[in-house]
Structures are given as C-alpha cells and as structure tokens.
C-alpha cells in the first residue's frame, strides 16, 4: 500500500508517518488496486449576463437607422441645411449617419448570438439591420439626393444682400435696353437709305449681341439676312444690265473698308469677276476690231486693280497690243474663263488639239512638231521665242491650266492616243 497523503509505501493495517503527529488514530490503508479517485471537482463559474440588453439595442439602433434617414431626407430637410451650410454635405449627411446606426445595430446583433435562448432573436436583428442599411445605399444611388438649389439659395442669402441681385437684374435690363435701342436705330438709318451694307455692318458691330435676348436676338438675325439679301439683289440688277464695272469697284471699296474678311463679299467676288473678265474679252476685241485698240487697252488698265486674277487682264492687254482679233484664235478666250463641254463640241479632233496648244502658243512656246510650228506662224499674234525644253508651265494662269486639262481629256476620248501629228 501506498500514502495516499505522501504516497510512501505502508505496511497493511499502519498508520503512515506523515500522518501520526496529526492524528493519533491509525488510518487503514486499503490496498491500492481496489482503491477508486473521485473526478476533480470543477470549479463553477458565476454565471453571465444574458444577451437581452445587445439585442434590445440591436433592434432600437436599427429602428432609429430607418426614422433618422426618414426625417433627414424629407422632413428637417431645409433646416439640415442651414446647419450644415452646404447642399453638398448634407447630402452624404443623410446618409452617413444612419448607416453608421445601421452598422452599430449590426455588431450589437452579431455579439448577443453568444447566448442561445435568444440566438434566432439576434439573427433575425442581424437581418433586420442588413436590409436597412441596403436600404438606404439602394436608396442613394437609385434616387439621389437633388436640393432645390435655387429656391433654398434665395432663402438663404442674407437679407441685406437682397437688393445685390435686384440690381443686377436692372443693370441687365438696362443694358438690353440700350442694345435692343441701339439695333432699331440702325435698321431705322439703313431703311432711311442713310446706310449702306458696309456702314450697316460696321454699326451692327458695335452691339452687344450676347445682350439681345428672345424677340431682339432674333430681329437682329432677320436684319443681318436682310443685308446681305439686299447686296446680292443689287448686284445682280447691276449685272442684269452688264454693269459689271461697277459691280467690281463696288465690292473692292467695300471689301477695303471692312475688317478682316467678309464672307457674303467673298461670295459675291467669286460669282461676278469670271463673269467681268469674260466681258472685258469680247469688249475689249470689239473695240480693237473697231480700230480703237487704244481705248481698249484703257478699258482693260482700269479693270486691272478691281480684279484679284489681274494676270488674266494682262493677258488681254497683250493680245490687244499685239493686234490680235478674235479670228485669229481657236478658243480667243481661253485663257481668261474657263471653258465648258458645251464650248468645244463641236470642234473636230485637229481643231481640239490646235486649241490646246494656242494656250502654250500664247506664251510664246515654239514646237517640236513641224504642223504645229506652221500653224502657229501663220498667226499675227504668235511670237516663237521659248524652246520646248526651257517652257516653264507656271507661266500659265488658272483658267488656262483648267482648258488645258480639258482639251486634252477631249481629244483622247475622240480618239486614243489623240490627234496624229505630222501625219500628212
């Protein structure tokens, strides 16, 4: 047997030692195979506060998330303002402040799951709180906070800074006012005849126009097309009865007077200067044939600074210079407008490739081929003097580079490989 107090070995039926000071009774030993531990007693624990009170506040949290957002978002929404002082915080406001109840709610929820009598209790708070905080997020970004900017503005705006706006309004009042006044003295003055188109759009210039608005903006729009009608109708009286003289002197003073470029003179300068030069060429001739070369050659010397093309003008000063008539040509023109299909039907395919070398004829280029040569000698007006390897083609104007394109494709469409040369 062993002690069970010291755990040295004693005989059957002794008392152990360790025990007589203690107890003068001898203790029977039992024998160590039958003798039976009791467990170690476990110490109990004091029990814990139950979960009641997190659940309790998990659902009250949730429900003050769902009454906050409510009274945020619809009714303390002007006086949320004020506190705030800006749109743009109070709008993450509404928001952030109840989801952050929503998420106190959530962890009261998860922590009070510990207690099993109200576990389902707590899950369902849990859930509860989930579906309000996703709520509110579907609710931001489904239908967004938009405060009405304008009217609180007006609300807010301090009282002695009222009048501010009222006189900006009358400023602006004032200021259309004399614009809208400024146009109908304008349209007045030019209806009076005391205008003209350059004069006009130079007044019309110094209006604000920005200024203008409803009614006003669109009468100045009306106006500016009324202008610029009434320039082309009279250019095109003046060109009804081949006044074109005056059609060009016209548009080159009005074209020095204006600033910068103009797009309805651009236009115009366009449509009417071939139209001038091609009347130049056939009155230009007819007063040569007449005998009065001199007085053609004047005619063309004033219409030399009205044109942009001047070198075309040239060209006829030449040609008059020169004696030349308009029988001594194929196409006596072409080399001042540009010709059209309509123009060269009927020339036969020799006629159509003399044609287009008169163009390079005039500027002097002599030819390899021996036809050509001989024809060109026969012409008054024909001065041989650059060979055809020094023959440079920039000495061609732009109507004479167009006709040459257009004889060429002519010929070689009558025939390929067009007119044969020196064949007879």
Request: glycine share 6%; proline share 4%.
């Amino acid at each position: 047997m062993y002690c069970k107090y010291c755990g040295k070995p004693v005989p059957d039926g002794e008392t152990c030692s360790c025990r007589q000071n203690q107890n003068t009774e001898p203790v029977k030993m039992q024998p160590q195979s039958n003798q039976k531990r009791k467990p170690p007693v476990s110490e109990k624990r004091p029990p814990k506060s139950n979960g009641k009170g997190l659940l309790i506040g998990a659902f009250a949290c949730s429900v003050w998330m769902v009454l906050l957002f409510l009274l945020l978002r619809f009714v303390f929404a002007d006086a949320a303002i004020r506190a705030f002082g800006a749109d743009g915080i109070y709008s993450y406001v509404i928001y952030v402040l109840p989801l952050t109840l929503g998420v106190i709610g959530l962890l009261l929820g998860i922590f009070a799951v510990w207690d099993r009598t109200i576990r389902t209790a707590s899950i369902v708070a849990i859930l509860v709180s989930v579906l309000g905080m996703s709520g509110i997020v579907g609710a931001m970004v489904v239908l967004p906070y938009e405060p009405e900017i304008s009217s609180r503005a007006e609300e807010d705006e301090p009282k002695e800074d009222a009048s501010a706006p009222q006189d900006s309004k009358e400023k602006k009042g004032e200021e259309v006012s004399e614009e809208a006044t400024a146009l109908n003295e304008v349209m007045k003055q030019y209806k009076a005849g005391n205008l003209d188109y350059i004069q006009a759009k130079e007044a019309l210039d110094e209006i604000n126009e920005e200024a203008l608005e409803g009614e006003e903006a669109e009468k100045l729009l009306n106006f500016q097309d009324e202008l610029e009608m009434d320039l082309k109708v009279q250019m095109s009286h003046l060109a009804e009865v081949s006044d074109y003289k005056t059609i060009m002197e016209n548009l080159r003073n009005m074209e020095t007077a204006v600033q910068g470029s103009d797009e309805v003179l651009t236009d115009l300068r366009e449509i009417y200067e071939p139209e001038y030069i091609l009347y130049l060429d056939t009155e230009s001739r007819k007063l040569a044939e007449a005998g009065q070369s001199k007085e053609a050659v004047s005619m063309l010397e004033e219409a030399k600074p009205l044109v942009d093309d001047s070198q075309a003008v040239t060209a006829l000063i030449l040609d008059i210079q020169s004696g030349v008539t308009g029988g001594d040509y194929i196409l006596p023109d072409s080399n001042s407008r540009y010709l059209t299909e309509s123009d060269i039907q009927y020339l036969s395919i020799r006629e159509i490739n003399y044609a287009k070398n008169e163009i390079y004829a005039r500027h002097g280029r002599r030819f390899q081929s021996q036809e050509l040569q001989n024809y060109f000698n026969s012409k008054s007006w024909y001065r041989g003097t650059i060979e055809p390897s020094d023959f440079q083609q920039s000495v061609l104007n732009d109507y004479e580079k167009k006709n040459a394109e257009l004889l060429s494709k002519r010929e070689f469409s009558m025939e390929s490989g067009g007119y044969k040369l020196d064949v007879n």
